[in-house]
């Protein structure tokens, strides 16, 4: 395989020199060059032009012209086939000025050889061909550069030489000359001038990059921008520079504080939440550990009937509400202070620093008066008030949510005393409300292990002296307590949804036990039994199926169960509690208001809703005497007959309030005068006892069953 032929362009106005460098060329090899002559200037800048051949032969001397002019006129056109200056005599000078103007070699007539000549020709072009790749590398850098989405700062001895259009407008300036020629610290703000020269002294001295690192850079206007910046040691034309790489990331800048922000804010009310509130409390607790005499607070806020507002006046006014709640609370708090959302509508208040507990007092006083204010909010005049939950650094507390929890129990306490006022946390309600979480731990544990029993309390017919049915309450024997009461445990079960599962067994064992005494004793086929029902249980939306499914199971005839409900459960949920009574009626169930006199008692409830038994509360009875409660008894009697009610007296306990019970011609009473809550297997005893001497009598200052009559 042969090299590739090589054309070449004599200029020289001179045919011998033609000749012999034919001859010269000739003697290399035969098909290795082609040799062209020209003679004239003017036609050798055409030929040269035209861009045909690979090397250029040029004569120094062309009559009035030289070759040093050809190489002049030539230069700066980007021609990519080098040229060799042909002189007859060697001058240092020529030479000189002939590299300087391009050409790629200087070579003298009477020297030359065949050899000489190719190797002159194939060096040059392999020059040529190095320096345009270098050139084409150096273009495409510069491209690179040019188009590049990072800002690209080359300083040398401290003066910006190079920067790219990205640089430009991230620095603001309105061309690069604004900015070449300045120093490079300009761009740097004063307080990290120092830090920033040493990183660049190192990468010079070391020869090292320098690392990512975020960065501030000051536009020519002043303003400070964030960039991510880098730097590298390098040499720029001839000389030792810095090549910086800045990316601006003011966005993402700007991105992460607001992830940060919301991270740590109430997206509704711009509060801080929660988590920021717990790193400032924890602040303050340091503080106190450190200062003996140093002081702070936290007032736990918890709207009241805030739940009332968006059901009414929907979430939108509700939101409001919260946002208009917030900027009242940060406009009455001193600069130092700190006001958080911990959530729903739960704000809390970090007094920093006071003087004396009775500053955290006097804020929440002042506080409470200024959110009693109405909000007016869409046309509506809002009116909200808060109970108030203090918790005071002096208790002593290690962390942030020790002062939180014991801030939150004083402000349940402040609902559980009637709402819109403060309460200050002590040990005895931490005490309360570890005893309660254990009570409702093991609430759950009981339910699961069955712990539950049922007590059976006798309700007489007081005109007919005998038993016309019971009452089932439900008691807890406790592993640890013994035996506990429902006011313990019923309150809980009801916030925690228990009572569902124990309501249930309730009614079932219930039913299931009178249903055997109804068999087994003749004479007991009516015995009325009478179960306490919550409000919670009527709201579930399988409670018809349930109460069928455990009459069908025991056998229990539904026209003798009586349900026992709340004037509180009826009111708070009429429309549902009344669609189930009716369908509870409809099965034959007979339904009864508990306690009644001590809730509402209204007379409308007392028409519209189907109920067929009162039971007048027991304080009206045990206060027997009193002209007003004798009245309000005598009252709730006469209203029942006229309404076709039945009527039960609850606590009856002497013989003196069974006379005048039965004066007044009530129906059915129950209390201790007859007996207390049995167990099962007591009233199976008695119920026998009773079966077999028809004529028993009880002598009045013991408990007593009256006989029991067909």
């Known amino acids: ?59 120094y001397r062309l009559g009035e012209r030289s070759g040093l002019d050809i190489l002049r006129s030539t230069s700066g056109k980007n021609l990519q086939s080098p040229m060799i200056l042909l002189t007859g005599q060697g001058d240092e000078m020529v030479d000189i000025e002939a590299m300087k103007v391009g ?37 495409r850098y510069q491209r690179l550069v040019e188009l590049s989405p990072d800002a690209i700062i080359v300083h040398t001895e401290g003066k910006i030489v190079f920067v790219n259009g990205t640089a430009v407008q991230l620095l603001g300036a309105t061309s690069s000359e604004e900015l070449v020629g300045r120093p490079f610290t300009n761009l740097v703000p004063s307080e990290s001038r120092v830090s920033g020269q040493n990183r660049i002294n190192q990468s010079l001295r070391e020869n090292i990059e320098v690392p990512f690192a975020e960065e501030k850079l000051v536009r020519m206007d002043g303003v400070e921008i964030q960039v991510e910046a880098g730097a590298v040691a390098f040499i720029y034309e001839n000389q030792p520079a810095v090549q910086v790489v800045a990316r601006d990331i003011s966005a993402r800048k700007l991105i992460e504080e607001k992830l940060i922000h919301d991270a740590f804010h109430d997206a509704l009310t711009g509060l801080p939440n929660r988590a920021l509130f717990k790193e400032h409390l924890k602040l303050a607790v340091e503080r106190a550990k450190k200062k003996d005499k140093f002081l702070f607070a936290v007032l736990f806020l918890d709207l009241d009937r805030f739940k009332n507002v968006n059901d009414s006046l929907g979430h939108a006014v509700g939101d409001e509400l919260l946002v208009g709640i917030a900027r009242r609370l940060e406009s009455h708090i001193r600069p130092v202070d700190r006001v958080a959302r911990l959530g729903g509508d739960e704000f809390a208040i970090l007094l920093d620093g006071i003087e004396d507990p009775s500053d955290a007092t006097r804020v929440a006083g002042r506080l409470q008066l200024e959110l009693q204010l109405p909000f007016n909010i869409r046309g509506h005049d809002v009116f909200t008030s808060v109970s108030v939950g203090i918790a005071m650094s002096s208790t002593g507390y290690s962390g942030p949510d020790d002062v939180l929890r014991d801030a939150d129990t004083a402000m349940y306490r402040a609902k559980a005393l009637g709402k819109a006022r403060y309460e200050i946390f002590d040990l005895e309600m931490h005490s309360r409300a570890v005893a309660l979480l254990k009570l409702e731990t093991d609430l759950r544990l009981a339910v699961e292990r069955q712990e539950f029993i049922i007590q059976y309390q006798p309700i007489m017919k007081l005109g007919a002296n005998r038993i016309h049915g019971f009452e089932a309450l439900v008691r807890w024997q406790h592993p640890e307590r013994g035996l506990l009461s429902p006011l313990e445990f019923i309150p809980i079960a009801e916030e925690t949804g228990l009572i569902i599962p124990i309501g249930r067994w309730v009614l079932w064992e219930a039913c299931r036990q009178t249903r055997i005494w109804q068999e087994e004793f003749p004479g007991c086929e009516e015995l009325t039994l009478s179960v306490n029902y919550s409000g919670k249980q009527f709201m579930q939306p399988d409670v018809i199926e349930q109460v069928k499914l455990i009459l069908a199971d025991t056998g229990f005839n539904p026209c003798l169960l009586q349900l026992e409900i709340t004037e509180s459960a009826v009111i708070e949920n009429t429309k549902t509690v009344t669609e189930m009574i009716l369908q509870l009626r409809a099965l034959g169930i007979r339904l009864s208001m508990d306690d009644f006199g001590t809730g509402y008692s209204s007379l409308s409830y007392l028409h519209n809703f189907p109920i067929q038994t009162l039971k007048i509360d027991r304080s009206f009875i045990s206060n027997k005497g009193e002209a007003g409660d004798n009245e309000i008894v005598r009252t709730i009697i006469m209203l029942a007959r006229n309404l076709g009610l039945d009527v039960v007296a609850e606590g009856v306990e002497t013989e003196e309030q069974l006379a005048y019970l039965q004066a007044l011609d009530c129906e059915y009473g129950q209390g201790f005068l007859f007996d207390h809550p049995l167990d099962p297997n007591v009233v199976e005893a008695k119920l026998k006892e009773i079966h077999l001497d028809q004529t028993h009598c009880l002598v009045p200052s013991s408990p007593r069953l009256m006989e029991l009559k067909n």
């Not at 200029?11 to 060329?25: N, P, Q, S, W």
């Not at 050409?103 to 061909?129: F, G, N």
Request: proline share 0%.
């Open 1 to 59: 395989m042969t090299d590739r032929l090589i054309k070449v362009l004599l200029v020289d106005d001179d045919e011998d020199d033609y000749v012999m460098t034919r001859e010269l060329l000739s003697e290399v090899g035969t098909g290795a060059f082609q040799l062209d002559w020209v003679f004239e200037y003017e036609e050798a800048i055409e030929a040269i032009e035209r861009r045909e051949h690979a090397v250029y032969l040029l004569d």
């Open 103 to 139: 050409a790629a070699d200087y070579l003298i007539k009477s020297q030359l050889t065949s050899d000489l000549l190719a190797r002159s020709i194939r060096y040059a072009m392999e020059r040529a061909k190095a320096s345009q790749s270098l050139r084409e590398s150096e273009e």
